[in-house]
């Protein structure tokens, strides 16, 4: 989250409002939730192993011998198999089908990393099975988070043709911009198997250079001061689960990087800022938590010195909204973070749990909450970490309606669009493949066309973009609220209404309703409010209503004020 972006904004809305509370002289008060550009652009996550195969030639089936690497499956007793080897998906599957991402409504994709992983199975750690979880014998680094050589294409993803800087320059020119994963916590499993296999522990330089060797020993048996080849790691042992939690110790049996050795600093900066040259928009950081905050902003602060406002977000895994605000502020990371709270009560509400609109209210944290600016936050109900969200068609439905329509830039994992693989675990069919048949058949599931629409809505509506939000009510079936932009020369308000019951409802809106004309933005035609506004909103529906004008209505201006103050009296505190 740059605050060099906004912090000037976001005074002059303060002082316009100290000084009058409405326009003067000829101007108007600045209501704006986030001026990053970023935040005009939905996020489409693929695993790229998973997505489609677009090139056979380089799938290496027959890699790894005895430890191969393709088409390991997961047996799960109701017959609905996982799998933990390669699978063939690449940049040409996700290239070639670019439009079909674009035609979604999506403006980037969000892919896994691309380093280069292990050529075998590993054979440490313990048996995977189809709820386990952090057990990784037999698995491979399909996934990308196993890195050896942070310089290196893994081999399994480009083509005679189509390297990474290619497979951007594909992207862009279908519309798309393209977010990065990268790890700075840790490389590939490292320790526990029952003889040492190469690879595996081991960390190469661009050259090909062995810099890093974690030799099977667990971490507390490193010797860092009398081996070099130590040096990268960190040597302490495994936290007893009783008496700390696991974000004080190592991550199953992966290597990990010693954050105080600035070797690894200039390590990884360098891959890093390679990649990034070569077509990179963003960058999603893994496991941000795992390591320090002075680590992290000084991460940040060299990518950013040769790309000067990159947009980056992290991922905390942890639903306490205070501790994972933390990387949100300028003097941590000073970056965006995946909105894990709020992740919990969407899966609470549009789940089969089925709770009331309600319960989204207090993690969206509109104003006294912990992150830097909460309109910059990454929203998602699921990803390949956790089991798939296990809902109805229309509680995917109602859940990409507020995904859409509310605060913070919308994620949504490869396969959603259609219910693939609702309620699956990470080894029951979470990273299931997904393959062309099922992106050409996308659009006949009932899921499809409702995310089309909603999507295609925000990405003309700048006020869902990056507007304020003003809760009308979040109760029950019911939401309504408003999303505000007045910005030079945007004036605009979205009314939006959501049903997410069974049957039609009739909503009446009074509060903070303005005057004027307003345009059906989904169905067409328009209303003139005068002093209420009623709408008939179809079950799982939603209807959004636009006005494109100044804001005058002064119980929505004094809300409006009190968020700008709010944001700039934030930001002020957090910069000291």
Avoid at 108 to 130: H, K, L, M, Q, Y
Wanted: glycine share 10%; proline share 5%.
């Amino acid at each position: 989250m740059r605050v060099r972006l906004s912090v000037a904004g976001l005074a002059s809305a303060l002082s316009l409002a100290l000084l009058a509370g409405c326009a003067v002289a000829g101007t108007r008060p600045d209501y704006v939730g986030t001026t990053e550009p970023f935040a005009s652009d939905a996020v489409y996550f693929v695993v790229t192993d998973r997505f489609v195969n677009g090139d056979t030639a380089n799938d290496h089936r027959e890699q790894g011998g005895a430890h191969r690497t393709f088409d390991i499956p997961v047996h799960c007793a109701d017959g609905i198999d996982g799998n933990i080897g390669y699978l063939g998906g690449d940049f040409r599957g996700v290239l070639d089908n670019a439009g079909y991402i674009r035609g979604l409504g999506f403006g980037a994709v969000w892919i896994t990393p691309i380093v280069d992983n292990p050529d075998e199975a590993f054979t440490g750690s313990r048996e995977i099975s189809c709820t386990s979880s952090l057990t990784d014998r037999g698995k491979t680094g399909y996934h990308g988070y196993w890195g050896i050589n942070f310089y290196k294409l893994d081999e399994h993803l480009p083509s005679a043709g189509l390297d990474f800087a290619g497979f951007t320059r594909g992207l862009h020119a279908a519309g798309l911009k393209v977010v990065l994963d990268i790890v700075g916590n840790h490389g590939s499993p490292a320790w526990t198997m029952p003889e040492r296999q190469p690879q595996f522990g081991q960390l190469f330089d661009k050259d090909g250079t062995l810099v890093a060797d974690h030799q099977n020993l667990p971490p507390q048996q490193l010797d860092p001061q009398h081996n070099p080849l130590h040096a990268f790691y960190n040597n302490i042992g495994l936290v007893d689960a009783d008496k700390g939690s696991i974000f004080d110790g190592n991550l199953a049996e992966l290597s990990d990087f010693n954050q105080h050795n600035p070797a690894v600093m200039d390590y990884l900066a360098g891959a890093y800022l390679q990649w990034a040259g070569q077509g990179v928009d963003a960058l999603r950081i893994d496991t941000i938590g795992w390591l320090p905050h002075p680590w992290w902003h000084a991460f940040v602060g060299r990518i950013r010195a040769e790309h000067p406002g990159m947009f980056m977000f992290g991922e905390a895994f942890d639903y306490d909204a205070a501790r994972i605000a933390e990387h949100t502020w300028p003097a941590n990371a000073n970056v965006s973070v995946l909105d894990f709270p709020l992740r919990g009560a969407l899966e609470a509400v549009f789940g089969r749990e089925g709770k009331g609109f309600e319960a989204l209210a207090e993690p969206l944290h509109l104003s006294g909450g912990p992150y830097a600016n909460p309109y910059e936050l990454m929203t998602f109900y699921d990803n390949h970490d956790m089991p798939r969200i296990d809902a109805s068609d229309a509680g995917f439905i109602d859940a990409h309606n507020w995904l859409f329509t509310a605060r913070g830039i919308p994620v949504l994992y490869y396969g959603s669009e259609t219910g693939f693989m609702r309620g699956r675990a990470e080894h029951a069919g979470n990273r299931a493949y997904f393959g062309q048949q099922r992106v050409d058949a996308a659009p006949a599931s009932p899921i499809f066309g409702p995310l089309q629409r909603i999507a295609k809505l925000r990405e003309a509506t700048p006020a869902l973009q990056r507007g304020l939000q003003v809760n009308e009510r979040l109760q029950g079936d019911q939401a309504v609220f408003y999303r505000v932009l007045q910005q030079g020369d945007v004036a605009q308000t979205a009314l939006v209404l959501l049903n997410k019951g069974d049957a039609a409802q009739d909503f009446e809106v009074r509060d903070y309703l303005q005057q004027g004309q307003w345009r059906d933005a989904l169905d067409g035609g328009s209303v003139a409010v005068e002093d209420v506004l009623h709408a008939e909103v179809p079950a799982h529906g939603v209807k959004v209503f636009v006005l494109d004008a100044p804001v005058k209505q002064p119980q929505l201006q004094a809300r409006l004020d009190a968020a700008m103050a709010d944001q700039a009296a934030r930001t002020a505190r957090l910069a000291h």
